[in-house]
């Protein structure tokens, strides 16, 4: 084990479990973490494997693309962006089209790419730690890549409130928008529930699991590249402006942005 091993991976039963092992920048989206991921999303492939189970160590999930290590290695915002925008596209395009079955197990917070990847995924297990926000539209940007899978599988009134709004929002309602599969109050129910997802998935083929898969992830996949391009551009084109500029400041710095009107 070295101290840059940021994703974890461990086989049982026919299950890969990849862990997003880097809590120190709340398991944030660097390169060197996408590469590692990657390489486990490429490991589950072989043959043996049924099943993978994304989860994390730490109190959150994923906290989206890691912006601030693309900087310190000498990109510009705009490479940045490109950079981290190109990199969530092709992972939650790797999970959609895995010919096998993919479950979020998460227990804690979830924010920016995090959510793409709970969009992504066939099947998504929280536990009581669990919290969710689409703060984008609050630093003068919108949940542009991650909005593909998201909108397939929100309610569209709920995506109507969550994109708009930036609230925050635990499992439990997460569950009854669309966005997870189930919520537990208890890591015990978690482990329980995902114990009993596993066993039904080992005791599928491995044909009937993949066409199985492409029957639910067609619609999404179906214009993907379209959108992924389409949706690329606008998050480049935001986080250039201005409004995203003193987003990012008010938020770097503990104020509010110039347009925050709100009473708290």
């Known amino acids: ?29 660097s390169a060197a973490l996408v590469a590692q991921l990657q390489t486990a999303f490429d490991a589950a492939v072989d043959e043996s494997i049924r099943a993978v189970v994304l989860t994390h160590t730490g109190g959150t999930f994923c906290a989206g693309a890691d912006l601030g290590e693309a900087l310190k290695r000498g990109l510009s915002p705009e490479e940045a962006t490109a950079e981290g925008g190109k990199a969530m596209v092709g992972l939650i395009r790797t999970i959609l089209e895995l010919d096998k079955p993919v479950i979020v197990v998460a227990d804690g917070h979830v924010r920016a790419g995090g959510l793409g990847l709970v969009g992504a995924a066939d099947i998504a297990l929280v536990g009581p730690a669990a919290t969710f926000a689409l703060t984008e539209s609050r630093l003068g940007l919108a949940a542009s890549i991650i909005s593909i899978p998201l909108l397939a599988k929100m309610t569209a009134r709920s995506a109507g409130r969550y994109f708009l709004t930036g609230e925050k929002f635990g499992g439990r309602r997460a569950q009854e928008i669309g966005l997870v599969t189930s919520a537990w109050d208890t890591a015990e129910d978690l482990a329980a529930d995902l114990d009993a997802v596993l066993e039904g998935i080992r ?42 500029r003193e987003g990012m400041t008010a938020f770097l710095s503990k104020r509010r942005p110039e347009w925050d009107t709100s009473r708290e």
């Open 203 to 244: 005791k599928a083929s491995p044909q009937g699991l993949s066409i199985s898969k492409k029957l639910t992830t067609a619609a999404l996949l179906d214009g993907f590249d379209e959108a992924a391009t389409a949706r690329a551009e606008e998050s480049m084109k935001l986080f250039a402006s201005d409004q995203a």
């Open 1 to 29: 084990m070295t101290d840059d091993l940021l994703v974890r991976t461990s086989v049982d039963a026919s299950v890969l479990t990849v862990m997003l092992d880097s809590p120190a920048n709340r398991n944030a989206l």
